[in-house]
């Protein structure tokens, strides 16, 4: 490759990730406006001109994004999902330590106000979804104990953590990390 297609090259992935730096902004942008607007109005009262004005942006870009406010929705409750998985798969619940609990209270309290709004609208399966699956990838092998004590495990957890969410998220997350590792303790026997 010559000096002249190298330069050429390189302004050319500098377009492309400026492009999407402003589609990952155009999107953020978007998410926000739609969580804004639901915390003064009914999901289904939300209209897409609201969503682009409040947004900054234009039905365009709004269109180059998104197909609905469900997708925007689903959109937001994936990107919060990813994190709420990453979070889980530092540790390992069953081993029941204090730092599994306090990295997952500690990122949901990083959303708590969107986890709010998706919880109010009933559109938490995405999030509930995601936690079975990381349940069920921890098992080495399938059994039909392994089978459902994923969806024991992932229900258990979305079960508080949608309670502390819906209460607002009262307790600190290392409160939450105590109460819940006392839990498991008491369930063990210890």
């Not at 999107?27 to 804004?36: F, G, K, N, Q, T």
């Not at 969410?165 to 109460?179: N, Y």
């Amino acid at each position: 490759m010559s000096a002249k297609e190298v330069t050429e090259f390189q302004r050319l992935e500098g377009l492309r990730l400026s492009n999407e730096e402003s589609n990952r902004i155009t999107r953020s942008s978007i998410e926000a406006a739609l969580v804004l607007l639901m915390n003064d109005q009914a999901f289904e009262d939300i209209t897409i001109t609201a969503i682009v004005k409040r947004a900054g942006v234009s039905r365009t870009a709004y269109y180059r994004n998104y197909n609905s406010k469900e997708d925007i929705l689903q959109s937001t409750m994936k990107e919060i999902a990813d994190k709420i998985v990453a979070a889980m798969n530092l540790h390992h619940p069953i081993r029941n330590s204090y730092e599994y609990w306090l990295a997952l209270f500690q990122t949901l309290e990083q959303h708590l106000e969107c986890l709010q709004i998706i919880l109010k609208v009933n559109m938490a399966d995405t999030i509930l979804n995601d936690m079975q699956a990381v349940q069920l990838n921890r098992s080495n092998e399938e059994t039909l104990l392994t089978h459902y004590a994923a969806y024991f495990w992932s229900g258990a957890i979305y079960s508080v953590a949608a309670n502390w969410i819906r209460g607002g998220g009262r307790q600190s997350a290392a409160e939450m990390a105590t109460i819940c590792y006392r839990i498991i303790e008491a369930v063990n026997g210890n």
